[in-house]
């Protein structure tokens, strides 16, 4: 959306339902699927070896799913990817070229190939599934007693209430959140743990499982904010591995702006990326050092630079909600894993980023297993 005011209009009617207190009336749910991803990582881990990327994405996406459509993905039970989510996939990988290709997938869509067909016939498919989750989200809002959200977008949907949205555009809004919202939370925590696994981290993890020893395992993410520590493991993970650290552009408004010493024109794109600011020796010391410490006391230049959720009007939206899972995956990862280590497969070279805008590690797996006491 890149008109400012049509995007100023949208953010103000999601900005209750991703608030703090909104997202903590679904930390229920949130939780169970923590939970449940927790217990098959510890599952593999005790058998052979856990792929966390793999069980954090499933993960990020049930809760996304959940949280926008009302009803899971249960990607976690069933071990696997949805169809629909791998149409969506595949939708964001080819959309680029689809917009190229137009003309072409026009003429390709009357050969007699099936599995062609098939393929081209992922808008149809996305959409059918979009809409049949969002009516019976309706007919169930319509149909239950009592207050109490169960989506992000129960209050759209309530017919007691102002339709503030379309049916249509709630379907393409609860898309772009699944999009949005799993790939960049579980590769943040995937790194996140791998950086707290590796050998040379053996302090970092010592302490921070000394912090999360003093909660019990039912603690809840309230609890959670109560641990420095933890926080501070959060923020370096994601000053150094924060999933969407590119370039994030702006077109410079009305008659353009000064910077420093420079006049922008207005109508200029410009960008900034976190990648690079998270890395300025100026602001953080020893910069590609793991080094949560760096966060007890921080300068207010660190603060300033610190900005792995973007910045001004449209930063990230699932803040609080991609907090919640960082915080409740890590604190429940190690209470029910304590002996857990890098498996040999997962190396420094392993973990060396792809870069399509959200980072990933390029071997597309994270392994641990359990240490044998
Ligand atoms: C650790 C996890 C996450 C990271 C690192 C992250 C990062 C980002 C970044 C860098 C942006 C662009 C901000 C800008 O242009 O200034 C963004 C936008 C956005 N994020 Fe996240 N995000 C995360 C999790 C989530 C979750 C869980 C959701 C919701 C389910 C979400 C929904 C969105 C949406 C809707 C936008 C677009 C906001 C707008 O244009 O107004 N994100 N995110």
Same mark, same amino acid.
Not at 293 to 314: I, K, L
Not at 340 to 345: C, E, F, G, I
């Given at each position: 959306?890149?008109? @400012? ?37 510890? +599952? ?22 959940? &949280? ?16 629909? =989510? ?38 149809? +498919? ?19 007693? #009592? ?50 696994? +590796? ?38 993970? &994601? ?20 910077? #420093?010493?420079?006049?922008? @024109? #207005? ?19 020893? @910069? ?79 392994? =641990? ?5």
């Amino acid at each position: 959306m890149t008109d @400012p005011k049509q995007h100023a209009t949208r953010r103000r009617l999601f900005a209750q339902p991703f608030s703090n207190s909104s997202i903590t009336t679904f930390e229920p749910a949130i939780r169970r699927k923590v939970d449940l991803a927790v217990s098959k990582i510890k +599952r593999d881990a005790e058998e052979s070896s856990a792929d966390i990327l793999k069980w954090f994405t499933f993960m990020a996406t049930d809760v996304a799913g959940e &949280l926008s459509f009302g009803t899971s993905f249960d990607m976690l039970q069933h071990e696997q990817k949805t169809p629909y =989510i791998r149409d969506l996939e595949t939708a964001m990988m080819i959309s680029g070229m689809r917009s190229e290709l137009q003309p072409l997938l026009k003429i390709a869509s009357y050969l007699p190939l099936r599995s062609l067909r098939h393929a081209l016939a992922i808008d149809e +498919r996305l959409n059918s599934y979009g809409h049949e989750a969002i009516q019976n989200h309706k007919a169930y809002i319509a149909t239950r007693q #009592g207050p109490g959200a169960t989506s992000l977008f129960s209050k759209f949907l309530d017919p007691k209430k102002n339709q503030e949205l379309s049916d249509a555009e709630i379907e393409q809004e609860a898309s772009n959140l699944i999009v949005a919202g799993s790939d960049t939370t579980a590769v943040s925590l995937t790194y996140l743990i791998w950086a707290v696994l +590796r050998p040379d981290n053996n302090h970092i993890r010592e302490k921070l499982m000394d912090e999360i020893s003093t909660l019990p395992l039912d603690a809840r993410g309230s609890d959670l904010t109560s641990l420095q520590y933890l926080k501070a493991v959060v923020d370096e993970a &994601l000053r150094l591995y924060g999933a969407a650290p590119g370039s994030l552009p702006r077109i410079v408004p009305g008659a353009g702006t000064v910077l #420093g010493p420079y006049h922008i @024109p #207005g109508g200029v794109t410009v960008s900034t990326q976190a990648f690079t600011i998270h890395r300025d020796p100026n602001i953080f010391r020893d @910069p590609e050092r793991f080094d949560p410490s760096r966060w007890e006391n921080p300068t207010q230049e660190m603060r300033d630079a610190f900005s792995p959720f973007g910045a001004g009007s449209r930063t990230c939206i699932g803040i609080h909600l991609a907090m919640l899972e960082l915080l409740l995956g890590t604190f429940l990862l190690f209470k029910q894993c304590p002996a857990a280590v890098l498996s040999p497969t997962t190396t420094d070279e392993s973990m060396e980023f792809e870069n399509y805008f959200l980072i990933a590690p390029k071997s597309h797996r994270c392994e =641990i297993q359990l240490r044998h006491e």
